[in-house]
């Protein structure tokens, strides 16, 4: 068999005859149900959902295409999407999760992800969120409970990396599922089911989607574990991607690899250019990481997400708000992975407690550089470094 080659996954024409043409773009199946000629037919699949056309909240031929195309990039037996990352978050955490399970959520994971597990104690479910720079210090965390091991590698906001297989060796000689949200690298610079890891999540939202014009999830695995997920998770909870935007995803997928292949360059002439800026005491990306994290880059990352954080030399919030307002080519936003470049500080005028506890400062800054000219996005936050601070 030919060699997979991920650019050709995504670009692939889903060849899927069900009519007497076969459409280049994979058509949007717009409907909530699907007719039977007949009783015996509808009793013949509406047992399993799953694998038969019956309701779009259950399996949907466009979503279907997407999925099967995630499955292949990742290298998962199974994907399943949803409406959002959060929609794949919680299924995940409610199938696997009981009550007395321990979910030990390792490094600065997404926020809301954290929120959900703290919120499943009503549920009896345990939680421990760690902020680790040694994977092995994960271990120590590990109780005779814990269910599973949550994390982002590299994190959200401080963008460290932790070791999969190590992670993965770890929890299979212990009984514990392993999960990792993988948005950061997107399916195609990071491949963590092939260190062993059992679930890959995204939110389709950034990468996947690209165009800032869609919310959705996917969960990645194998057979039985997405499986699983869809029984509870996904047809329980409902958090149905709809065609339209299953389609966007797909749209989104075929122009992945340019994207990626472009951004994963640009980052690097940005941050080559920031890292001599006195006006910034700290960059965090795994490409300016000390000799471990790029260690661990090497090792498991093919590709840079464009994605990263900075700390100002100071905690003085005028001057974090001049220098915020007077970027011109990034703009002032959440969520991340689409065109543009954007800016969003950490401090929210009412959160210094919760940035101490996740060890940030006031001035840190969360940015994603978008497909923007590289040298133009580093120009514009030099000019207003330049009104925040003076030249330097
Ligand atoms: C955005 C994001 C999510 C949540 O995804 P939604 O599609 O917004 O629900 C989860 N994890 C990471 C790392 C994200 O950036």
Not at 27 to 47: G, H, L, N, R, W
């Amino acid at each position: 068999m030919r060699e997979k080659i991920d650019a050709n996954i995504c670009a692939a024409v889903d060849k899927t005859n069900d009519g007497n043409y076969v459409p280049m773009s994979t058509p949007i199946v717009q409907t909530s149900s699907f007719y039977f000629p007949t009783y015996e037919d509808f009793m013949a699949v509406s047992d399993d959902e799953k694998n038969n056309y019956v309701y779009t909240r259950g399996s949907n031929p466009t979503t279907k295409s997407l999925e099967a195309k995630l499955a292949e990039l990742e290298g998962g037996q199974k994907c399943k999407v949803f409406a959002s990352g959060m929609g794949a978050i919680a299924a995940t955490m409610f199938t696997l999760l009981g009550q007395n399970d321990h979910i030990l959520m390792a490094n600065t994971v997404y926020g809301e992800a954290v929120s959900l597990a703290k919120y499943l104690g009503k549920f009896g479910v345990e939680v421990d969120r760690v902020d680790v720079n040694d994977t092995a210090e994960i271990m120590a965390h590990v109780k005779a409970n814990t269910k599973v091991i949550y994390f982002e590698s590299p994190s959200s906001q401080k963008f460290e990396m932790l070791d999969l297989q190590q992670i993965a060796d770890f929890a299979h000689a212990h009984g514990i599922y392993t999960v990792i949200d993988g948005t950061w690298a997107s399916p195609l610079f990071q491949k963590p089911l092939a260190s062993g890891i059992d679930i890959v999540i995204h939110s389709m939202s950034k990468y996947i989607g690209g165009h800032s014009d869609i919310v959705g999830g996917a969960v990645i695995g194998n057979q039985d574990i997405v499986d699983d997920i869809f029984e509870h998770g996904h047809q329980a909870l409902g958090a149905v991607s709809s065609p339209f935007n299953s389609w966007l995803a797909l749209r989104g997928l075929r122009t992945m690899p340019v994207r990626m292949a472009h951004l994963s360059k640009a980052i690097v002439t940005l941050l080559d250019g920031l890292t001599t800026d006195s006006r910034i005491k700290k960059i965090y990306h795994p490409y300016v990481g000390n000799a471990q994290q790029r260690e661990l880059a090497d090792t498991y990352l093919t590709g840079y997400g464009s994605l990263f954080a900075i700390d100002l030399v100071d905690d003085d919030f005028d001057k974090l708000n001049i220098f915020v307002d007077a970027l011109e080519v990034m703009s002032v936003g959440v969520s991340w992975g689409g065109f543009e470049s954007l800016v969003l500080p950490a401090y929210k005028g009412n959160n210094l407690a919760n940035l101490q506890e996740r060890g940030l400062p006031a001035s840190h800054i969360r940015m994603y550089l978008g497909l923007e000219d590289p040298t133009s996005v580093l120009a514009d936050i030099e000019q207003a470094l330049n009104q925040a601070y003076g030249p330097q």
